[in-house]
Nanobody
Framework: QVQLQESGGGLVQAGGSLGLSCVAS????????MGWFRQAPGKEREFVAA??????IYSDFVKGRFTISRDFAKNMVYLQMNSLKPEDTAVYYC??????????????????WGQGTQVTVSS
């Protein structure tokens, strides 16, 4: 059974940094697309960043501030968040897509999800 577990959320002041981690288990994830999404209260879940064998992709609102990376040997994916803003406050979710040809940005395409970790940025 595939499971994803996020960690690393918390409270940080605007301009600060946080690093999120996601550990995947139950399958071989080398060919999977791994992504991060977020959902703020009252808003829809939105794409943040994703990574696959050919590279990474970021949403416009995090480009230049966030970095996604993965460790194939450990089945881990990371999201380093710098220059955080209050509008980055949300629950952040790790997701995995079995299809290496997926668009990477659509939540509906992802097959597996973690339970989420809260990130709160104070002004």
């Amino acid at each position: 059974q595939v499971q994803l577990q996020e960690s690393g959320g918390g409270l940080v002041q605007a301009g600060g940094s946080l690093g999120l981690s996601c550990v995947a288990s139950g399958s071989t994830f080398n060919t999977y697309v791994m992504g991060w999404f977020r959902q703020a209260p009252g808003k829809e879940r939105e794409f943040v960043a994703a990574i696959k064998w050919s590279g990474e992709i970021y949403s416009d609102f995090v480009k230049g501030r966030f970095t996604i990376s993965r460790d194939f040997a450990k089945n881990m994916v990371y999201l380093q968040m710098n220059s955080l803003k209050p509008e980055d406050t949300a629950v952040y979710y790790c997701a995995a897509d079995r299809n290496p040809l997926a668009t990477m940005t659509r939540a509906s395409e992802y097959d597996y999800w973690g339970q989420g970790t809260q990130v709160t940025v104070s002004s």
